[in-house]
């Protein structure tokens, strides 16, 4: 199949909904609002970030795709999300299966406010080092879906990034077999070694102004992205970018025997009825 063919394939693959303008945006009219909603389809695991991944290549002069890896994280992601629901606007959260579990009424909310859910291994393993070929590397994508899935109360979208971007052929084929869509970025924040919102809002906008369109590779984790975010939004809005929001065709099918190991470690009245912290631990003396 040539370059072309495959993608048309793909393009034919995307399904286009209307746009969610910014003059809906309660209190906002300067809002970023979403430009374009596409739909994917990961039959056979496409993989998009130019950065990596050359055949599809769907977004328009001027659009942005933001995402944000490593959460739910308390505090940061909330503050992600007041700042996106601000500007009404969508990303997709590439989320650590331990993280889930951990913060699963964070990850409940991120999907409440309408953002795509992906996954990013159980533990934030680097699947390119020799330890974690063939089985480990396959475990660590398997239970950070399922522990995604038990956290969340429902499949989260068949949409991976790599942690560290380590894309060996063995877990990108493995990928594919699940039918799970595999991505890259074109615009990479640095924001976990800059630590500061001013640094991040200036190499993100240095970089998208540059390229004219890409995939914004964010971390929810980080306190900086999250300080920095109104002033990012403010500025791609101000520039004329235009948000596309992924969404899948399906969501994505966990293996049992993995679904079962999350429930043996994290089951009982653990993540899947967990309440909010505040109403189960409280300071009584102290600070």
């Not at 989320?95 to 999907?111: D, F, M, N, R, S």
């Amino acid at each position: 199949m040539s370059i072309r063919t495959m993608l048309a394939a793909a393009l034919a693959g995307l399904a286009f909904a209307s746009p969610a303008l910014s003059e809906e945006c309660p209190g906002n009219p300067n809002a970023l609002g979403v430009g374009r909603t596409v739909e994917i389809d990961t039959t056979g695991g496409p993989a998009f970030g130019l950065e990596q991944y050359k055949i599809y290549d769907f977004l328009q002069p001027g659009e942005v795709v933001l995402t944000f890896d490593d959460g739910p994280w308390p505090h940061n992601t909330e503050a992600v999300l007041n700042a996106l629901k601000d500007h009404c606007t969508k990303a997709t959260f590439f989320t650590i299966g331990k993280h889930a579990l951990w913060h699963p009424l964070i990850l409940k909310k991120v999907a409440a406010e309408g953002h795509t859910i992906g996954t990013h291994t159980f533990s934030h393993a680097n699947l390119g080092k020799k330890k974690m070929a063939g089985e480990a590397g396959r475990a660590e994508i398997e239970k950070g879906l399922s522990g995604v899935k038990f956290a969340l109360g429902a499949a989260p979208s068949p949409f991976f990034r790599f942690p560290y971007l380590q894309d060996p052929k063995d877990a990108v084929s493995y990928l594919g077999s699940r039918n799970v869509a595999i991505f890259s970025m074109d615009v990479d924040s640095f924001d976990f070694k800059h630590r500061n919102p001013d640094r991040v809002v200036k190499t993100v906008m240095s970089k998208i102004t540059k390229k004219g369109k890409g995939i914004i590779l964010m971390h929810d984790f980080q306190k900086a992205t999250a300080k920095a975010m109104p002033k990012l939004l403010n500025e791609l809005k101000k520039k004329g970018f235009k948000v596309v929001h992924l969404t899948a065709k399906s969501p994505a099918t966990s293996l049992a025997a993995y679904d079962e190991q999350i429930k043996k470690e994290f089951g009982g009245t653990g993540a899947a009825n967990a309440k909010p912290l505040a109403s189960v631990v409280k300071t009584i003396t102290g600070k």
